[in-house]
């Protein structure tokens, strides 16, 4: 068979579904390339979208078209056992990492995240063995790997492995910080770059900053800290910024999108973001009213004084 790839999002980020459906054809003795809609003929095509956001492919293929991922809010189908468990083909993006989850699902019932809807409960995925191929590094994607024995069995193998990670989704601080045992184990992991936290409520601020001290006393510096911070409310949000700016570590803004009302992000939340994530401009201006930013709060003071 003739097997076209469609990466709808773009190509800034290896879409690991078809990576895994590249290796499994490849397998089966079947050509595969990103498609070419001009000049591919093909004997089916694979469409894959991560993003709602994204805008659908218009391009037409005259053969079987199978269309999957969360950005055609397709929250039910999965890819066969087969096709789930293989080593994916990391020569389809040419990366130097791994990619795959070491577990599935969340036990959290945050309002704005699919992954409960999604996924389900907390459970294991595929041991790191399964997809690290002949990688050093791996990026990580589980969403509360700290929630999962299975997950922190894995990360004490990826310690005595010597891999290089990123759990590029986000660690839960409340998993960690009053946990020795979790806190000595990220401590010796080898990071690629960043300890990603979240800290998308005001709630789970106490326990990322017991995290940040805990690390700091373990030889973590704060820089080497990021913690994902969404925006909904903008004066609560500013106040956890700021929070996280006086720890030193990297706070990442992400103003909340409500795709299921096609509701877009606030003028005031784009600012609030583009002010936290231009690092020149966050390091330097300690006041965020410098750059052209006003909370609720400040708007008011403005419009009493005048």
């Known amino acids: 068979m003739r097997i076209g790839l469609v990466d ?4 800034h980020f290896p879409n690991l579904a078809l990576m895994k459906l590249s290796a499994w054809h490849k397998s089966q003795g079947d050509s595969v390339e990103f498609a070419d809609p001009m000049f591919g003929r093909y004997d089916r095509v694979y469409m894959s979208k991560v993003f709602t956001f994204t805008p ?3 391009d037409i293929y005259h053969c079987e078209v199978i269309r999957g991922g969360t950005g055609f809010r397709d929250y039910t189908t999965v890819l066969p056992e087969e096709v789930e468990h293989i080593c994916p083909d990391y020569s389809l993006y040419g990366v130097n990492e791994a990619y795959g989850f070491l577990t599935r699902g969340c036990p959290n019932r945050c309002p704005w995240c699919i992954v409960p809807h ?4 907390i459970r294991p995925a595929s041991p790191l063995r399964e997809f690290i191929g002949d990688k050093r590094r791996a990026v990580l994607l589980d969403n509360n790997v700290l929630a999962s024995d299975f997950g922190l069995e894995q990360i ?3 310690v005595r492995m010597g891999i ?3 759990f590029n989704q986000g660690l839960d601080a409340r998993r960690a910080c009053d946990d020795p045992y979790i806190l000595d184990l990220l401590a010796r992991v ?3 770059q960043h300890i990603r936290f979240a800290c998308d409520r005001m709630s789970q601020l106490e326990a990322v900053t017991k995290c940040v001290q805990e690390l700091g006393r373990r030889g973590i510096k704060p820089y080497r800290i990021f913690v994902y911070c969404l925006i909904q409310d903008v004066d609560e ?3 956890r910024i700021n929070a996280l700016r006086k720890l030193k570590v990297c706070p990442f803004a992400q103003p909340y999108r409500d795709f299921d009302n096609n509701i877009e992000p606030t003028k005031e939340q784009k600012r609030l973001a583009r002010w936290c994530n231009h690092k020149a401009i966050f390091k330097s201006v300690a006041n965020s009213q410098r750059v052209g930013f006003h909370s609720h709060k400040q708007n008011e003071i403005k419009q009493q004084k005048l």
């Open 164 to 166: 290089a990670v990123d």
């Open 156 to 158: 004490e193998e990826i």
């Open 56 to 58: 659908d492919c218009p």
């Open 8 to 11: 709808i999002d773009g190509h």
């Open 237 to 239: 949000s500013l106040e």
């Open 118 to 121: 999604k996924e389900g409960a």
């Open 190 to 192: 080898k990071w690629i």
